[in-house]
């Protein structure tokens, strides 16, 4: 089969990177990554550089590379394999079979099975000896300079002799996600700017101020808590700096934990809490985009030229049922709230209240007494979130949608009202097997509906086949919801997208979709985008 012709923006990006070392392909998610990726790769083999590509990806993403984009883009024989962490005879024959194999050999292992010995020992294989490209894709998962799995493919870049980092939302979460990103592809690229370590970019590029977490009791507070105190502030820095609202994002729930632990409270206020220093806003973003550039190419789908269709946003608001809003506000309030079964539920630690009253505000509470079984649904309640996408869902007829929750429970709720017949689903309660069935019935007009969470689903897959989207419950991640989005915004899409975010009234709704807004802002300032909004 021939390849179709690649788009006039991504022949561009070839021709100019296709014979360089490393390159960073920061195209927004929709605007074709793989195509150009896989050209390069083809133009190395013929020319002898290469013998050998290994890919990799989020689990599930990187068998889509086997499955659908290499057979897709690849003009020239090639033999590929997608590995998995089953001990299969079948999948063990199949290496041995590539390991030997004349033609373009094509690779992709998943970020988790690369950081497992067996996963190691099957790409050392392939490599041993041969001069290879490696295609890091959706670099987002390399962000953080500590993980391990920053560290084993950093240790596979510096085997290969070529590499290329996709990545459409390369800041998905601060400026700070760049640093480790850019120095996987080159080892030294920050030192030569005078950039030594990752504290010393922080110190570059971020502002930081010192506060005091866990410094005050409350009496309001259940015995052996403590609160999280962290003060709102103004901002009072020179330069292009940017101020996150509210300072309790920066913390991620684990580092709080650790933060705020405490003796049972007393009669006595205790202590002054302890000072840590966390980054309220970053500074010089102009020049950091100037750094990137010479190593990067950056392009969202509009400056590509693709003229796909609109994308729509609607909200569809809807109150909260009574002893729900009662729930819901005492739990605001107090940090704690106490249901009719005589259960008692408490979040002294902002980023788990957070989470609570998004729970709330969908209809149930998790078990106090096991936090992995079935949760406590609110007594009496006639789910109103649930009610409305029933709703909204007999309203579009026939039309295929994507529906995306947060929370297993309410993957869990969809799926038993809709029924089998109506709609598949796709999260980690699905095995593989499963999930490529599913897609096929969705993709294929057997079931209207996908119910998916954004962490499985939301990223690699091409959905065009449906045109609107249902978020049932968000996240944080601006990573998930730009991916997400994007499953059905992309070339191959004749319609206009419609993303639907149910938003309960006066709830932590509205601030997740005003947060994810706010982080957009500074993603684009980073990258170079202009300034659009979005979720308004």
Not at 178 to 203: P, V
Request: hydrophobic share 40%.
């Amino acid at each position: 089969m021939t390849p179709p012709p690649l788009f006039k923006h991504q022949q561009k990006l070839f021709d100019e990177t296709w014979e360089l070392p490393s390159w960073a392909y920061f195209l927004e998610t929709g605007a074709g990554k793989s195509a150009p990726a896989i050209h390069t790769a083809v133009r190395l083999f013929e020319l002898a550089r290469i013998d050998t590509v290994i890919v990799v990806a989020p689990g599930g993403v990187h068998r889509n590379w086997i499955t659908d984009e290499v057979p897709l883009h690849c003009a020239i024989p090639w033999r590929g394999l997608d590995w998995h962490s089953s001990r299969a005879k079948a999948q063990d024959r199949a290496h041995a079979a590539l390991c030997a194999a004349t033609p373009l050999r094509w690779f992709a292992i998943s970020y988790d099975a690369l950081v497992t010995p067996r996963g190691r020992k099957a790409v050392l294989a392939l490599i041993t000896g041969h001069k290879f490209l490696l295609i890091v894709d959706e670099g987002s998962r390399v962000k953080n300079p500590t993980a391990e799995r920053t560290k084993k493919v950093s240790a596979l870049r510096q085997l290969a002799a070529y590499a290329r980092l996709l990545n459409g939302t390369p800041v998905s979460n601060s400026p700070c996600d760049l640093y480790a990103q850019m120095k996987l592809l080159d080892e030294r690229f920050w030192l030569r700017h005078g950039i030594g370590s990752y504290t010393a970019f922080q110190a570059r590029f971020t502002v930081t101020r010192k506060i005091v977490v866990g410094g005050e009791d409350d009496s309001k507070a259940p015995d052996g808590a403590r609160l999280t105190r962290v003060p709102i502030v103004p901002l009072d820095v020179d330069g292009d700096a940017y101020e996150q609202l509210d300072l309790r994002e920066i913390l991620k729930p684990a580092e709080i934990a650790a933060i705020t632990k405490a003796p049972t409270l007393t009669a006595t206020p205790a202590t002054t809490g302890r000072t840590i220093e966390v980054i309220v806003g970053y500074r010089e973003l102009d020049k950091l985009h100037a750094m990137i550039q010479p190593m990067s190419t950056r392009l969202t789908k509009e400056q590509a030229g693709l003229n796909l269709p609109a994308k729509l946003y609607q909200r569809i608001v809807f109150e909260l049922a009574p002893e729900q809003r009662r729930i819901y506000d005492t739990m605001r309030k107090e940090f704690m709230v106490e249901l009719a079964s005589g259960a008692l539920i408490t979040a002294p630690i902002a980023m788990v209240r957070i989470m609570r009253l998004q729970q709330i505000a969908c209809g149930y509470l998790p078990n106090p007494d096991d936090l992995e079984g079935e949760p406590i649904l609110i007594p009496g309640l006639k789910n109103p979130r649930l009610t409305q996408f029933l709703e909204w869902g007999e309203d579009i007829g026939k039309q295929q949608a994507i529906v995306w929750a947060r929370f297993t429970h309410d993957v869990d709720s969809i799926c038993r009202q809709l029924g089998p017949a109506k709609c598949v689903r796709y999260d980690g309660k699905v095995n593989e097997k499963d999930k490529a069935k599913a897609l096929d019935q969705f993709r294929g007009g057997d079931r209207q509906f996908c119910v998916a969470k954004a962490s499985s689903m939301g990223m690699g897959l091409t959905m065009v086949n449906s045109s609107l989207s249902y978020y049932y419950s968000n996240t944080f991640s601006l990573l998930e919801r730009l991916q997400s989005e994007d499953r059905q915004h992309r070339p191959g899409q004749h319609h206009a997208v419609t993303y639907v975010d149910s938003v309960a009234e006066n709830t932590v709704d509205e601030k997740i979709l005003k947060s994810l807004r706010e982080r957009h802002d500074i993603a684009a300032r980073v990258t170079g985008d202009q300034y659009k909004e979005w979720l308004s």
